[in-house]
């Protein structure tokens, strides 16, 4: 898939192992993966957005640095404009905080109005549901290169299963934008300040990327705290429809409402195209290894997360050790996948959050469009290999198969042709995503056992 406790004021949202906690303005901060250097009278951060029960993730994006390979809307950055971003919510709340990201940033990142709204149609709001968000008190903040925000609490009354439209009003020029590029969501941009405006008027320009916003907690003491889905471009929803909410993790988070209610979990979408467990690439986010604390663990009410990655591993092993490839890694092997899904478990466990896996799917017939070794000998070897270690090893928590569930009946070593999106700048079928009936379909084989069991 190489396409892809109550807290004080203000809290930033813990990071990587290590990162030290700053306060500026009132607003406390947080390094991400460019680092703040440690100031006098610094201390190891607390586990601010994790540590109270009452709060739940209801969405979740990991973020990305900006490149022009991938999104050059994000590489132009942005200057005097806003960005309205919709997201798709996983549980209801009374209360919301929404994070806002310079994780990848080179420079300090102005942050004027923000606001969250219902949406009614495209950057349309419902009259009446916008409201202004807060940091340490101030309508702004400015948030040092490397690092993250977190608002102050917000009331307001959240929907499960409703669309959100996050809206930054960015001042000053911001640079390349920390970004989430395959959102398998429309976004939309406007010149000037319209963070608070309900009409969608001067959001005259769109784009298919999550900017600056990468999490919004709601406040739900009912809820069965957070599940994550941590992937690749599978768990991202690649080749689902845009708009449409289509991807594994929404539909997981349907189901637990169907049958659960107001104590189903929250479930966040923390999966990147083309990301790997190894190796990060300048493409497709660090990797799985650098980034589960930030976008796993640190999650408020984490109690499981679901990991399906290891397919671009083995894919990239057969490209170009250069540009979104590099390190392409030629000579992976499932040894070394296994050694990093240990780690990730350890690092789940040692959090007192369980960790369940999926199995990686068919994906025979997809070189002719990915190349490397997607859908080679070499790369269906490998995938057994892992896939043989996920079951047998009683290593996780607990295992989904997903290339069962996604498999073609008369020909396993190919996804079902009913599940098989369709590539539309191949013209042809994919053979390496499913469609949006692949992922209900995926969504449909967790056990929900694991969410509802003491």
């Given at each position: ?34 680092g ?78 923000v ?6 149609d ?115 929803g ?103 899904y ?29 190349g490397?070794n ?18 047998t ?11 069962h569930?996604?498999r ?32 209900e ?14």
């Amino acid at each position: 898939m190489w396409r892809k406790g109550q807290m004080s004021s203000g809290s930033m949202r813990r990071g990587a192992v290590g990162r030290l906690a700053v306060t500026l303005g009132g607003v406390a901060l947080l390094g991400g993966t460019g680092g703040l250097l440690p100031m006098a009278g610094s201390s190891p951060a607390s586990p601010a957005r994790h540590g109270h029960p009452s709060w739940v993730a209801t969405w979740a994006a990991s973020p990305m640095p900006a490149t022009p390979l991938e999104s050059k809307t994000a590489y132009a950055g942005f200057g005097n404009q806003t960005v309205r971003n919709i997201v798709y919510t996983s549980a209801g709340g009374d209360a919301i905080r929404v994070q806002v990201s310079n994780t990848f940033g080179t420079a300090p990142l102005a942050v004027g109005t923000v606001s969250v709204g219902a949406v009614l149609d495209g950057a349309a709001l419902v009259p009446g549901t916008s409201r202004a968000v807060t940091f340490g008190g101030h309508s702004s903040v400015t948030i040092p290169a490397g690092a993250q925000v977190l608002s102050d609490p917000v009331r307001m009354r959240v929907l499960p299963l409703e669309e959100l439209a996050i809206s930054l009003y960015l001042p000053e020029p911001t640079g390349p934008a920390t970004n989430h590029s395959d959102a398998q969501q429309t976004s939309y941009i406007a010149a000037g300040d319209h963070a608070g405006d309900t009409a969608a008027t001067a959001f005259t320009t769109t784009a298919g990327s999550w900017f600056f916003a990468d999490g919004l907690d709601v406040r739900n003491p009912e809820a069965g705290g957070t599940v994550v889905a941590f992937g690749d471009s599978i768990t991202d929803g690649y080749q689902s429809q845009v708009d449409a909410n289509a991807r594994w993790p929404n539909y997981l988070a349907r189901r637990l409402r169907a049958v659960l209610g107001n104590r189903a979990p929250a479930v966040v979408d923390e999966g990147i195209s083309g990301n790997r467990v190894l190796n990060g690439s300048a493409c497709f986010g660090v990797s799985a290894l650098s980034r589960f604390e930030r976008d796993a663990l640190s999650q408020p009410g984490v109690t499981a997360v679901i990991l399906l990655e290891g397919i671009n591993d083995i894919g990239f092993s057969g490209e170009p050790d250069s540009g979104c490839y590099a390190p392409s890694n030629p000579t992976v092997s499932a040894a070394q996948i296994e050694a990093g899904y240990r780690k990730l478990i350890t690092m789940a466990h040692a959090r007192g959050v369980k960790i369940f896996a999926g199995t990686l799917t068919p994906f025979l017939g997809s070189h002719a469009i990915y190349g490397g070794n997607f859908g080679t000998p070499y790369g269906e070897a490998l995938r057994e290999a892992v896939n043989t270690w996920i079951r047998t090893s009683h290593a996780f928590d607990g295992v989904v198969d997903f290339a069962h569930v996604t498999r073609n009946p008369y020909d396993p070593l190919y996804l079902n042709p009913a599940y098989n999106s369709f590539n539309p700048a191949s013209n042809s079928y994919d053979n390496l995503h499913p469609g949006d009936l692949g992922y209900e379909a995926m969504a449909g084989a967790v056990p929900l056992r694991w969410f509802t069991g003491p």
